[in-house]
């Protein structure tokens, strides 16, 4: 958590204002800088990314019992679509087998992403984004792993609702709802996922709460926002604010509202 800006706030207002009130009306303008700075700074892809995204990848294809072929080669093309060079590939693999291990401990990993993502619904997306396709490398999703995702999830503040939507998105399919999990594999063809799933609403929602979610979904998934991240992950989130702008013309149409 950045305090500079608090600091700093704190002692200009006190000296401007020579009182406890314009040390704290510094104190806050301070904050808000530190906010604003932490939203906008791009996001490195550095070891503090790298290492617990691949330790919490390990750690979720051992959770289900065993590290199958299929998960190994979702962890081989995660570090591809990264673009990892080869210091940064041998300490993706080094923290892959790590979390495989039987006393790893996930939570560690979860702590080091939600600081990674420093409360930015984006880059949360983003990293689970990045880890679907090794969640349902074997098809089904067992239940242990959508376990341990569901914690990742909590740590981040998404729900199971936006986790299923992102799901809908990728191809998966929900089989009974956020609550049932996720089973099924990407189905072939454009209308393979069901708008009202990527919004995240139900079928009965109105049409302000159809707006309100999908304004909200842009403003979570804009690419721009991203900073300076592999072409590939730009990519995918432009994707994504496609997706949503389809399913919202989808329902619109339906609906027959503008």
Same mark, same amino acid.
């Given at each position: ?19 406890? %009130? ?13 906010? !604003?700075?932490?939203?906008? @700074? ?6 503090? %990314? ?10 979720? $294809? ?46 560690? !990993? ?5 600081? =990674? ?36 999830? =909590? ?27 996720? !089973? ?23 049409? @302000?709460?159809?707006? @309100? ?39 619109? $149409?339906?609906?027959? %509202?503008?």
């Amino acid at each position: 958590m950045r305090i500079a800006g608090k600091l700093i706030g704190a002692i200009v207002g006190l000296i401007l204002f020579h009182n406890p %009130f314009g040390l704290l009306i510094g104190a806050m303008i301070g904050h808000f800088y530190d906010v !604003a700075i932490t939203q906008l @700074r791009p996001p490195s892809m550095g070891s503090g %990314f790298i290492e617990p995204l691949f330790a919490f990848a390990g750690a979720l $294809s051992k959770s289900d019992g065993r590290v199958s072929e299929g998960e190994i080669a979702a962890a081989e093309s995660l570090m591809a679509r990264l673009r990892l060079d080869g210091t940064r590939r041998r300490i993706a693999i080094e923290r892959f087998n790590a979390g495989k291990q039987q006393d790893f401990e996930a939570q560690l !990993a979860i702590s080091d992403l939600k600081r =990674w993502c420093g409360g930015r619904r984006d880059l949360a997306f983003l990293v689970l984004d990045l880890l679907l396709d090794l969640v349902y490398a074997e098809g089904t999703l067992a239940e242990a792993k959508l376990v341990l995702l569901r914690k990742l999830c =909590w740590a981040l503040g998404v729900s199971d609702h936006e986790l299923a939507a992102l799901s809908a998105m990728k191809g998966y399919a929900a089989q009974g709802g956020p609550r049932g999990g996720w !089973a099924h594999p990407p189905q072939p063809g454009p209308m393979r996922v069901d708008p009202y799933t990527v919004l995240g609403i139900e079928r009965s929602a109105g049409e @302000r709460e159809i707006k @309100r979610a999908y304004r909200k979904l842009m403003s979570q998934h804009h690419p721009d926002k991203l900073g300076d991240v592999p072409d590939e992950l730009k990519r995918r989130a432009e994707d994504r604010a496609r997706e949503i702008n389809a399913a919202y013309e989808r329902v619109k $149409s339906e609906r027959g %509202f503008k």
